[in-house]
């Protein structure tokens, strides 16, 4: 049996060379991997790092899993502490904005949707689960405004989701050559959305 604190130990040096593959994904995407440079990063040897991770797409899928984690820390865990409906609609959208401005150099997730959009295998398929799993989610933070009588009956969810991720998409690029009204135009984006279906738009998430 591993003695609890060499498991322990492990976990840490794991944990560590993901946060710097993170890194490294976030500037060169995922197939910019590379072990070596990692294992400069992460002050290790190659062999050390492969010890952990037993391929480049064992490490390439763990960095995903690991982003799409942090995404729901980040985004979904404090939305949940809003009321259901609108505010907390609001509260997901206002936090994914966040997300994406609190990653200067990109989101990891949004960029593997552009590197695997024309390479079949397996980090292709990872990623078109996430972002349908992520549509599945605001999906359903809609229908709850439409329970709650804050969207109208008869609102097209699907059409309104694809249009939510619409205006991040449009933040996730506005940021690079609009930096300074990036924020403010995907917030008014969203506000004039809403409203089109029939939402209140002064109603604010305390995020905001």
Not at 41 to 67: I, N, P
Not at 76 to 85: E, F, N, S, Y
């Amino acid at each position: 049996m591993v003695p609890q604190a060499a498991t322990s130990k492990g976990n840490a040096t794991r944990e560590m060379i993901v946060e710097r593959a993170y890194a490294i994904a976030c500037r060169h995407g995922l197939e910019g991997l590379s072990i070596g440079e990692l294992a400069t990063a992460a002050g290790m040897s190659k062999s050390g790092v492969f010890a952990h991770f037993g391929s480049r797409e064992d490490l390439q899928l763990t960095v995903l899993e690991w982003t799409a984690q942090r995404f729901t820390q980040a985004v979904i865990v404090p939305a949940l502490r809003q009321p259901r409906g609108l505010a907390r609609l609001r509260a997901i959208m206002e936090g994914w904005f966040h997300w994406v401005e609190a990653n200067p150099d990109g989101c990891v997730i949004q960029a593997a949707a552009n590197e695997y959009d024309a390479r079949p295998g397996l980090m292709r398929d990872r990623v078109i689960d996430w972002l349908q799993q992520w549509r599945q989610q605001l999906a359903k933070a809609i229908g709850m405004c439409v329970e709650t009588r804050e969207l109208p009956r008869g609102t097209d969810v699907t059409l309104l989701a694809f249009e939510l991720f619409a205006i991040t998409e449009g933040l996730h690029n506005a940021r690079l050559y609009d930096p300074v009204q990036a924020h403010s135009l995907a917030l008014r984006a969203l506000d004039r959305l809403l409203a089109s279906y029939g939402a209140t738009p002064e109603l604010r998430s305390p995020t905001a």
